[in-house]
């Protein structure tokens, strides 16, 4: 059998196509599987992960948005880094003092069944210190263990708050 050089060409655009389609395929399954989310676990979903820069070495926070799916509820017990360090949970404790949100430090955090729970500037964060280097723009994984859906990866981006990147909103 001989084919043209217009059937050769198609096939050729043909195998291209479905390489890119497979690189595609792979980097969502990759994505998903960082994010927490697989096909045969998604009772807790991880996004939005960021973590300011820090402005004193080694310390900061980090937010992040956690979905909880499950019929029951749920509680974040630990986190680790991928650059070290200890990280603690942080709560509001009611009011602002020279506007800043006071916060306290609590053992756990609770996530409600069925639904999302939005770590933000003005509500509960993850606070890291003793963390090795974190500069803007670096990816830090963040491993969280929940007391019933065991553990979750999630990147998070280490933004740079002076050049506009710390903004919970804008992430």
Known sequence: MVFSGRARARGRSAARRAAAALAIACTLATMLALSGC??????????SAYIPQPT???TT???L???NNAATADHLVSVSTSVGGQVSF?????GMRAGTMIMKLVPDI???A???MRMNPNSYRLRITGAGNMQGGKDVILTLKFAHAGTVSVVALVTD??????SYFLN
């Open 65 to 67: 948005d956690i979905r």
């Open 114 to 116: 069925n639904s999302l």
């Open 110 to 112: 609770a996530v409600p």
């Open 90 to 94: 942080l709560a509001p404790e009611g």
């Open 61 to 63: 926070v980090a937010y």
């Open 38 to 47: 697989s096909a045969a676990d998604t009772k807790i979903a991880v996004a």
């Open 161 to 166: 708050p002076e050049s506009g990147g710390g």
């Open 56 to 58: 004193t070495p080694g």
